[in-house]
Structure formats: structure tokens, C-alpha cells
């Protein structure tokens, strides 16, 4: 009896054992999967979704840093109105035969064609 006992207080003091079911393993897949690009390559300022997120067509994914680009507009912006100034002068002065009308032309082609006669931006 005392044998019994003993075993009964062994079996006791041990954790109950539940029977697990095995894991499911398996390979998901998505539904669809597409590459994407950008027109112009750049720092990444930010990342708009995660991973497994569902998207659709025109969807912001990834934000760029646009400092550089804003930049340079502002500097074309700049030589644009200066060309504008200058030409505006060219043909006051052209009236009063100052200036050459050859010159006054390319002036006015730089406008027309957003030129400034800005100098170049070094990097």
C-alpha cells in the first residue's frame, strides 16, 4: 500500500501531459504581385504602407524626398523672371536702338523657352 501510495503522489506532482496537435505548416502566396518603378530615382522620405497591405492602382506607396526637386524649380522660377526682366529692358531699349535686335531675340527665345541666363548650379 505504501508502494501504491508513493507512485500515486509521483503521478501527482507531475504536470498533465495534453496531446498537442502537430503544427500546420504551409507556404502562402500572393493573390497578385506587381513590380513597381518611379520616374525619377530619389532618397526615400517615407514608406506610406506595410507589408501584406492591399493596394490599389494610384495608391501613395513611398514618398520621396522632393527638397532637391523643389529647389531647383525655385531656381528655374527665379531665371525665368530675370529672363523675363531682361527682356522686357531689351525691348525698351531696342525701341531707342541700344541694343541689337538679334540679341533681343535671343532673349526673347529664352524666355519663350524657360532659359534663364542663370549659371549653372554646381554639385
Not at 523672371?81 to 538679334?102: K, P, Q
Request: charged share 30%; aromatic share 2%; glycine share 8%.
Amino acid at each position: 500500500m505504501k508502494k501504491a501510495f508513493a507512485l500515486l503522489l509521483m503521478l501527482a506532482a507531475q504536470p498533465a501531459r495534453a496531446e498537442l496537435p502537430e503544427p500546420l505548416t504551409c507556404l502562402l502566396r500572393p493573390d497578385r504581385s506587381s513590380d513597381i518603378g518611379a520616374e525619377t530615382g530619389g532618397i526615400v522620405a517615407s514608406v506610406a504602407v506595410k507589408r501584406s497591405d492591399s493596394v490599389a492602382r494610384g495608391d501613395l506607396l513611398v514618398q520621396l524626398d522632393d527638397r532637391l526637386a523643389r529647389a531647383d524649380l525655385a531656381r528655374a522660377t527665379i531665371a525665368r523672371d530675370i529672363t523675363g526682366d531682361n527682356l522686357s529692358r531689351a525691348e525698351a531699349v531696342t525701341a531707342g536702338r541700344g541694343i541689337s535686335a538679334e540679341e533681343v531675340a535671343t532673349l526673347r527665345a529664352d524666355a519663350a523657352h524657360g532659359r534663364g541666363r542663370f549659371p549653372p548650379r554646381r554639385a
